[in-house]
């Protein structure tokens, strides 16, 4: 059974860093692309990182690059989201996904491309 479980989130001042984690189980995770989503209250999800199953591909929404670094441990079967610079507009909750095929490359800022979703972890940044 697929499991993700996102850790890390909180509160934190505009400028501040966290560290957002997703462990996986249940599957092989080096054959599957992941992401990180977030949605803030009254707006559709985003996508704002992806990475591919060997690490050696990433994308970032405009929004966030150069302050997000998306980044994985097949060993320890675990993504992350390192966030840096953040911004009272990131306030959302994050989610990480899971790409609905094994070897196939999802539309990273698509919710449909990914099947399965952990429960989220809410970031919130005070100015």
């Known amino acids: 059974q697929v499991q993700l479980v996102e850790s890390g989130g909180g509160s934190v001042q505009a400028g501040g860093s966290l560290r957002l984690s997703c462990a996986a189980s249940g599957y092989t995770t080096s054959n599957y692309y992941m992401g990180w989503f977030r949605q803030a209250p009254g707006k559709e999800r985003e996508g704002v990182a992806a990475?591919?199953?060997?690490?050696?591909?990433?994308y970032y929404a405009d929004s966030v690059k150069g302050r997000f670094t998306i980044s994985r441990d097949n060993a320890k079967t675990t993504l992350y989201l390192q966030m840096d610079s953040l911004k009272p507009e990131d306030t959302a909750m994050y989610y990480c996904?899971?790409?609905?095929?094994?070897?196939?490359?999802?539309?990273?800022?698509?919710?449909?491309?990914?099947?399965?979703w952990g429960q989220g972890t809410q970031v919130t940044v005070s100015s």
């Open positions: 990475i591919s199953g060997g690490g050696g591909n990433t």
């Open positions: 996904a899971r790409a609905r095929l094994a070897g196939w490359v999802p539309s990273p800022s698509a919710p449909g491309s990914f099947l399965y």
